[in-house]
T-cell receptor, first 114, second 113 residues
Framework: KAGVTQTPRYLIKTRGQQVTLSCSPI?????VSWYQQTPGQGLQFLFE???????NKGNFPGRFSGRQFSNSRSEMNVSTLELGDSALYLC?????????????FGPGTRLTVL | AQSVTQLDSHVSVSEGTPVLLRCNYS??????LFWYVQHPNKGLQLLLK??????LVKGINGFEAEFKKSETSFHLTKPSAHMSDAAEYFC???????????FGKGTTLSVSS
């Protein structure tokens, strides 16, 4: 079974631009979560989607948004990029995301903002 | 609020010696706890998880962890380190809704020959 895939793997943008990252979950998984990883703040939860509905959101500004499609694929968007948005963005999928579910992570998209 | 504290930012061991990575958690409810590993330029891989069943949890690659409620700890151990174990290890707790993972700051494990 194929794992979680994320595209693109690397991205370079300039301040003020916007960016869209894509995540395809494991087949059959309906929950998709997004995390930001930086050297300073570590791994932080962005948001989680289940059946096209956002169920939970972390403490990030409104510039960060996401959505999930009917096939469970998810995208996240960051508008008006700032230098501090440079990070590794990780996507994870699970069947339903109950407490006992395992989240499987993709390889991440490394975003560099210049 | 729930939180995770990894007590060591860096641990160095010799190949063949035991590994101990320490983790304390804080939670107002019965948590689910996890250990994930991240090798350089790779995604996160689940090592093991505790979900209120047996307190001693066995994971992949010979790792195990013991949930101690009285000490609010979930330390990760391995009897004998291998060079391939060198990586970043994260202790993780799920939030009460079960829809978000809260990560510790990570422990870098170095293994020397």
């Amino acid at each position: 079974k194929a794992g979680v895939t994320q595209t693109p793997r690397y991205l370079i943008k300039t301040r003020g631009q916007q960016v869209t990252l894509s995540c395809s979950p494991i087949s059959g998984h309906r929950s998709v979560s997004w995390y930001q990883q930086t050297p300073g703040q570590g791994l932080q939860f962005l948001f989680e989607y289940f059946s096209e509905t956002q169920r939970n959101k972390g403490n990030f500004p409104g510039r960060f948004s996401g959505r999930q499609f009917s096939n469970s694929r998810s995208e996240m968007n960051v508008s008006t990029l700032e230098l501090g948005d440079s990070a590794l963005y990780l996507c994870a999928s699970s069947l339903r995301l109950e407490n006992t579910d395992t989240q499987y992570f993709g390889p991440g998209t490394r975003l560099t903002v210049l | 609020a729930q939180s995770v504290t990894q007590l060591d930012s860096h641990v160095s061991v010799s190949e063949g010696t035991p590994v101990l990575l320490r983790c304390n958690y804080s939670s107002s409810y019965s948590p689910s706890l996890f250990w994930y590993v991240q090798h350089p330029n790779k995604g996160l891989q689940l090592l093991l998880k505790y979900t209120s069943a047996a307190t001693l949890v066995k994971g992949i690659n010979g790792f195990e962890a013991e949930f101690k409620k009285s000490e609010t700890s979930f330390h990760l151990t391995k009897p004998s380190a291998h060079m391939s174990d060198a990586a970043e290890y994260f202790c993780v707790v799920s939030d009460q809704a079960g829809t978000a993972l809260i990560f510790g700051k990570g422990t870098t494990l170095s293994v020397s020959s």
